[in-house]
């Protein structure tokens, strides 16, 4: 089996895998908590964790095994997370572009990829944290967990094994740029749908038509047509 450590507590499992890092081998390896106690999301975003009842964890992989783009590696790794819940739940789980997990509407998966060097290497740093068994969430969140969408209790050790065993499989065999848009795409949140979006701190309908290799997403709005924009230049709301 894949490397794969455990803390009790830890403030971020992606700050804290680099001491796991010990040999100039040392690759896919694994790390988890269930008690994350200052979680990072994209963009300085902050991901808060109710203590043993979720899974955070990160990955390190060499990016030396890897010839995809970055924009590509992050698709890809949120295609497999999403994979992997989909089997879990037997449910239609969804990407929220670029790299949210969806599930009924309500967010259960926050992803972050960092690229650092450590000891001399360059690495992927795959950050993912899970909502399982958290039963409560704001009002306003947009937040759930598994059992709050499907009403099934899961085991979290049993769970993050299975998860980090998926992770490495997948990531061993990546497959085309052309696969990876397709999939990615077909899983796409709302895709075709109409929606409302906030831009310029105005809101409007619009519809998502497809995300691109360059990393943009593609909508067509009622009041501006169709446009692309970058992560942040455009909010979702849901």
């Given at each position: 089996?894949?490397?794969?450590?455990?803390?009790?507590?830890?403030?971020?499992?992606?700050?804290?895998?680099?001491?796991?890092?010990?040999?100039?081998?040392?690759?896919?390896?694994?790390?988890?908590?269930?008690?994350?106690?200052?979680?990072?999301?994209?963009?300085?975003?902050?991901?808060?964790?109710?203590?043993?009842?979720?899974?955070?964890?990160?990955?390190?992989?060499?990016?030396?095994?890897?010839?995809?783009?970055?924009?590509?590696?992050?698709?890809?790794?949120?295609?497999?997370?999403?994979?992997?819940?989909?089997?879990?739940?037997?449910?239609?789980?969804?990407?929220?572009?670029?790299?949210?997990?969806?599930?009924?509407?309500?967010?259960?998966?926050?992803?972050?990829?960092?690229?650092?060097?450590?000891?001399?290497?360059?690495?992927?740093?795959?950050?993912?944290?899970?909502n399982i068994l958290q039963e409560k969430f704001d009002e306003i969140s947009n937040a759930g967990s598994l059992l709050t969408q499907t009403g099934k209790t899961f085991n979290l050790d049993e769970l993050t094994i299975d998860f980090h065993n998926y992770l490495v499989e997948k990531l061993k065999k990546i497959p085309s740029d052309e696969e990876i848009m397709h999939r990615f795409n077909q899983s796409l949140f709302r895709k075709d749908e109409i929606s409302v979006f906030e831009l310029n701190k105005r809101r409007q309908n619009g519809i998502i038509k497809q995300t691109d290799e360059n990393g943009k997403i593609w909508i067509e709005l009622e009041e501006d047509g169709l446009k692309s924009f970058y992560h942040k230049e455009i909010k979702l709301l849901y």
């Open positions: 089996m894949p490397h794969l450590f455990y803390l009790k507590e830890c403030s971020s499992t992606n700050d804290e895998i680099s001491k796991f890092l010990l040999y100039e081998n040392s690759d896919f390896v694994g790390l988890h908590t269930f008690n994350q106690t200052k979680g990072r999301g994209q963009y300085g975003n902050t991901w808060s964790s109710v203590a043993e009842k979720n899974l955070a964890y990160t990955l390190a992989a060499k990016i030396e095994n890897f010839t995809c783009s970055d924009f590509m590696f992050n698709y890809y790794t949120a295609i497999i997370i999403r994979d992997f819940l989909a089997n879990l739940t037997e449910q239609n789980v969804k990407i929220k572009w670029p790299n949210d997990i969806i599930l009924k509407s309500k967010k259960i998966v926050g992803i972050l990829i960092e690229k650092k060097k450590i000891n001399q290497t360059n690495y992927f740093i795959i950050g993912s944290g899970i």
